[in-house]
């Protein structure tokens, strides 16, 4: 019963967009900063990036996106919640693997 009502349509859309606005609120509280300031430029100038994170982390990635038009694709589990997250990093304009 768990599963089928975590791959619910409806659960789905909603906690995506809980996990959305909770990502924008604790971004729209915090400080980003990049240590050098340039490290983008120099990073993506050169060729494409690969970034692993754990499992929670991923909640940091549109922090660190680069200001760039850059394809960003993440790979989600196929755990019980991978389609809430798949749908949550799809509202930051990226890709779910």
Do not use: C
Request: glycine letters at 6%; a positive charge.
């Amino acid at each position: 019963m768990a599963k089928r009502l975590l791959s619910s349509d409806r659960l789905v859309a909603l906690g995506s967009a809980v996990g959305a606005g909770y990502i924008r609120l604790a971004y729209n509280t915090s400080t980003v900063r990049r240590d050098p300031p340039d490290t983008d430029t120099k990073l993506f100038a050169q060729h494409p990036q690969i970034f692993a994170m754990w499992h929670g982390q991923f909640m940091i990635v549109p922090a660190i996106r680069p200001e760039t038009d850059t394809d960003i694709a993440i790979i989600v589990s196929r755990h019980g919640d991978a389609e809430i997250l798949a749908n949550t990093i799809r509202r930051f304009g990226m890709r779910a693997v």
